[in-house]
Nanobody, 129 residues
Framework: QLQLVESGGGLVQPGGSLRLSCAASGFTLDYLDNYAIGWFRQAPGKEREGVSCISRSDGSTYYADSVKGRFTISRDNAKTTVYLQMNSLKPEDTAVYYC???????????????????WGQGTQVTVSL
């Protein structure tokens, strides 16, 4: 069983930055290489959105149009933690952000199709004055 634990959410003013972390555990590193890891968000009354995803095997990435140029997804050298650096935050970025993992999908397929096998518990991001 794969466990995903998010951290780093909080309250930030418009234009500010936050970095979210998603720590994965429960699988060997070799097996974890088969999983794409991604960030999704859901605001009250809105549909869930695939924000950014990364393929563990080749590092390819995908970004939603709404966050391109502002958010950056990355992973640590051990590939057990995936980060989402969020800059130039806007009030419309306010949502619960979830980390997810899916077996043998590309980053684009994961984010666009909302494919996932495992989910984290979510972390709240609030952008407000």
């Amino acid at each position: 069983q794969l466990q995903l634990v998010e951290s780093g959410g909080g309250l930030v003013q418009p234009g500010g930055s936050l970095r979210l972390s998603c720590a994965a555990s429960g699988f060997t590193l070799d097996y974890l290489d088969n999983y794409a890891i991604g960030w999704f968000r859901q605001a009250p009354g809105k549909e869930r959105e695939g924000v950014s995803c990364i393929s563990r095997s080749d590092g390819s990435t995908y970004y939603a149009d709404s966050v391109k140029g502002r958010f950056t997804i990355s992973r640590d050298n051990a590939k057990t933690t995936v980060y989402l650096q969020m800059n130039s935050l806007k009030p419309e970025d306010t949502a619960v952000y979830y980390c997810a993992a899916v077996f043998l999908k590309t980053a684009q397929a994961m984010c666009v199709m909302h494919s996932s096998d495992y989910w984290g518990q979510g972390t709240q991001v609030t952008v407000s004055l």
